[in-house]
């Protein structure tokens, strides 16, 4: 079984800074099927990334993801205030199909 | 816009099963797999399995094989899912997503439920 492994697992940045989000899997994937999503509180996830680096519909473009093989990142180039949250990464695939979430990465106000 | 209701919060107790129904409004709803995924308080995401409605077999994660079954009804857009055997562990707030992609294979979900809470408790 792949597993998603996330770093740091907080990350403490103020509004304006450069946020880079990690996501390790064990063995190397199809870019195809990696991509991130964002959870605040009370709330259900948001897709922002899919195939490693495009960006899903009304996702601003601060939000940038690259990667692939085995390591990929998720990039926020200013943060603002609502960025604040916890991020996922997700991988797809096999047969039968399964998703894999990784254990997330809460971004906090420094 | 597509947009998807779950059933309300359930309390259960160990041993008995539950089910949590999914309805989806304003779109194209057979051709699009539907996953659960669920959330422990505090906890990470997990992916439970799901259904494309018009293909009419699931897919299930390994782990909850033989304890979920997720059934489609195309006539009211509905997906189910029914866990049994549940255990305090179980509980959580269970999401229904649709897939991005029409006929997508449990790729990326970009529409979200605003998820049920089940409570597991003797």
């Known amino acids: 079984d792949i597993v998603l492994t996330q770093s740091p697992g907080t990350l403490s940045l103020s509004p304006g800074e450069r946020a880079t989000l990690s996501c390790r899997a064990s063995?190397?994937?199809?870019?195809?099927?990696f991509g991130w999503y964002q959870q605040k509180p009370g709330q259900a996830p948001r897709l922002l990334i899919y195939?490693?680096?495009s960006r899903a519909t009304g996702i601003s473009d601060r939000f940038s993801g690259s990667g692939s093989g085995t390591d990929f990142t998720l990039t926020i180039s200013r943060l603002e205030p609502e960025d604040f949250a916890v991020y996922y990464c997700q991988q797809s695939g096999g047969s039968p199909p399964e998703i894999t979430f990784g254990q997330g990465t809460r971004l906090e106000i420094k | 816009q597509v947009q998807l209701a779950q059933s309300g919060a359930e309390v259960k107790k160990p041993g008995s099963s539950v089910k949590v129904s999914c309805k989806a409004s304003g779109g194209t709803f057979s051709s699009y797999a539907i996953s659960w995924v669920r959330q422990a308080p505090g906890q990470g995401l997990e992916w439970m399995g799901g259904?494309?409605?018009?293909?009419?077999?699931?897919n299930y994660a390994q782990k909850f094989q033989g304890r979920v079954t997720i059934t489609a009804d195309e006539s009211t857009s509905t997906v189910y899912m029914e866990l049994s055997s549940l255990k305090s562990e179980d509980t959580a707030v269970y999401y229904c997503a649709r897939d991005r992609e029409e006929y997508g294979l449990y790729y990326y979900m970009d529409v979200w439920g605003k998820g049920t809470t089940v409570t597991v408790s003797s």
């Open positions: 195939d490693a680096s």
């Open positions: 259904i494309i409605p018009t293909f009419v077999k699931a």
């Open positions: 063995q190397s994937l199809t870019s195809r099927y």
